[in-house]
């Protein structure tokens, strides 16, 4: 794979959108491409899944706390960190983040749906972070070409945009607008790139999330019945870039090849 980008959508079980009328974007891109019909979160709640996603570990997080706490930091290896090791590049764009490296709400974004705040590896240098986490209106000028683009891209819509605090339908229509521009654009015209969306958490009873694979390296119209976790999209990636496990949690989650081209 050449791109890999991720958008985390918030608080939906698989049951609240997988058939639902009110969510036809979503469920075209499932029926278009490939659906992990078994796939489930880590825990509970927002913060350690968005952890847990980035660095196979939840790092003893167990509430969505400030990143100002120092109980709250998470110093412990990271998809970043091993990206960067590897020659490639990165980059996290936050929807309403008003300024890059925000490590606060502010409006409608919030800091504990953007885990690259709670490592120190990135945070400790603010030239870094501010060129590697920013808003999502950075996107738009990154797609323009492949190069451009990142390897890695990791997008946080903002608490409206991703079903937190408004309907799914925002939600899907968000998504019918941002999820275009980035299979038509030269990363995904050009290369072998992949989007992943899936969901932080599940709601009510169930930890069971929608998540889809789209873009050409991933396959068509396809259905998994195999579990699948947070940790088994980590350990995907991992295995597609040669990239060392960052723990035991993605190192023996399954992996998701089945669903790739």
Not at 43 to 54: D, G, K, M
Not at 93 to 114: F, I, Q, T, W
Not at 222 to 241: G, K, N, P, Q, V
Request: charged fraction near 25%; hydrophobic fraction near 35%.
């Amino acid at each position: 794979m050449d791109h890999v980008v991720i958008i985390v959508m918030e608080n939906k079980s698989a049951d609240r959108i997988l058939g639902a009328d009110d969510a036809p974007y979503l469920n075209s891109l499932a029926k278009d491409y490939a659906l992990a019909g078994n796939y489930h979160a880590i825990t509970r709640p927002s913060l350690p899944n968005y952890i847990a996603l980035t660095s196979g570990t939840t790092a003893g997080i167990t509430s969505n706390c400030d990143p100002a706490a120092n109980t709250c930091q998470a110093d412990v290896r990271t998809i970043a960190g091993e990206i960067s090791r590897s020659g490639r590049d990165w980059r996290m764009y936050a929807e309403g983040m008003p300024e890059p490296c925000l490590a606060e709400d502010s409006g409608r974004y919030a800091v504990k749906h953007n885990p690259f705040m709670y490592y120190p590896s990135v945070t400790d240098d603010r030239d870094f972070c501010s060129n590697h986490v920013v808003p999502l209106d950075r996107l738009d000028e990154d797609l323009k070409t492949a190069q451009s683009l990142p390897d890695y891209v990791f997008i946080t819509p903002d608490m409206c945009s991703d079903t937190h605090d408004c309907p799914v339908r925002t939600g899907d229509d968000w998504l019918s607008r941002q999820v275009p521009k980035i299979l038509a654009s030269p990363a995904f015209t050009t290369k072998n790139s992949l989007l992943a969306i899936t969901y932080d958490e599940g709601s009510g009873a169930s930890n069971q999330v929608v998540t889809v694979l789209a873009g050409p390296a991933a396959r068509k119209g396809y259905i998994s019945d195999t579990r699948y976790t947070h940790y088994s999209l980590l350990r995907t990636i991992e295995d597609a870039w040669g990239l060392d496990p960052l723990t035991d949690n993605d190192r023996n989650a399954a992996s998701m090849a089945e669903l790739l081209d």
